[in-house]
């Protein structure tokens, strides 16, 4: 912002040369919360079968496991993984910011992503599964033929709100030293002044992304429901 006789100017040229700054760090805000969800979505649906299989033991382990994800803060946990556990696990010392933040987005992610599953599974008639178990399926075939394909379709929207959810929280990777787009933001900001204009073009670019994967996922949705 610029200063005209003690009244605060909004800089509108430097607002629009911010954008194409900025865009240049989107990739690593992005590439963190795809990685991190596809790792979450294939370890919350071991989490939400060992669940919905009653597995002894394993089963109360992940439900503490869930627990502890799903009721801490995030910025603790990756606070935990980056600065506290290299301390006593040697080999985690060469860990960089980039795949600390993919471990601990992706933890997270499983805790939230299992008990959509396993919602979404509940939530299929059991009728079916039955009708599977009566023509000689186990009961893992049956979950896996008939109503794991439609409980994913149920819960897409909510694998979206996670990846739209994992996509914003990456901004956490600034405390860890990573230079990502809010980092970026915060280093153009503290250099050359303009706060509102660096905030308010970051802002934007979120917004616009996660409108465009809320778009894609409203495709998605469509399609799955044309399928069934």
Known sequence: MLRNGGIIIFDFKY?????????????YTILMAVISTLIGLILALILATIRIL???????IVSVYISFFRGTPLLVQLFVFY?????????????????????????????????????????????????????????????????????IRIAIPGIGNTFVD????????????????????????????????????????YWIVVEIFNFIQKIIEKKFSKAY
């Not at 607002?15 to 990739?27: C, E, G, M, R, T």
């Open 15 to 27: 607002f629009l040369n911010a954008f194409p700054d900025l865009l240049k760090y989107l990739d």
């Open 54 to 60: 009653k597995i002894k033991v394993l089963s109360q």
């Open 83 to 151: 600065f506290g556990l290299p301390q006593i696990i040697k080999p985690l010392k060469n860990l960089t910011p980039f795949w600390a933040m993919i471990i601990g987005l992706s933890l997270c992610g499983s805790a939230l992503l299992s008990e959509i599953f396993r919602g979404a599974v509940m939530s299929v008639e059991k009728g079916q599964l039955e009708a599977a178990l009566s023509v000689g399926m186990t009961h893992g075939q049956g979950l896996r033929r008939i109503v794991f394909p439609q409980a």
């Open 166 to 205: 994992l996509l914003k929280s990456s901004s956490l990777a600034y405390v860890l030293g990573l230079t990502e787009i809010l980092a970026r933001a915060q280093s153009n900001a503290a250099s050359s002044f303009k706060v509102l204009e660096n905030y308010l073009a970051l802002a934007i670019i």
